[in-house]
Nanobody, 117 residues
């Protein structure tokens, strides 16, 4: 019903920047909230940023001031701009949406972000 494709991950040095993209297709009319999650090896998956259909945003304390979530409605795409990257930001980053109806949660395939010298 909703398909998500992430892109933009890669290898970057500490202090560098990356922009992740999450392109949605299908029944996107029902999407209410889009979030970026990350999961490092041996750690719990955590929500790092979210944006609602009304444009309200939230970011986790660990990335506040460094990461920004935004949306381009014309392209059906949500972005995560990541600046001042640290080695502890290394993780697989996933895009996820909440939608009306069932199923109500959809996930992308994930994109690897590695921060290393």
């Amino acid at each position: 019903q909703v398909q998500l494709v992430e892109s933009g991950g890669g290898l970057v040095q500490p202090g560098g920047s990356l922009r992740l993209s999450c392109a949605a297709s299908g029944n996107i009319f029902r999407i209410t909230t889009t979030g970026w999650y990350r999961q490092a090896p041996g750690k719990e998956r955590e929500l790092v940023a979210s944006i609602t259909s009304l444009g309200n945003t939230n970011t986790a304390d660990s990335v506040k001031g460094r990461f920004t979530i935004s949306r381009d409605n014309a392209k059906n795409t949500v972005y995560l701009q990541m600046n001042s990257l640290k080695p502890e930001d290394t993780a697989v980053y996933y895009c996820s949406v909440e939608a009306l109806g069932r199923p109500n949660t959809y996930w992308g395939q994930g994109t690897q972000v590695t921060v290393s010298s």
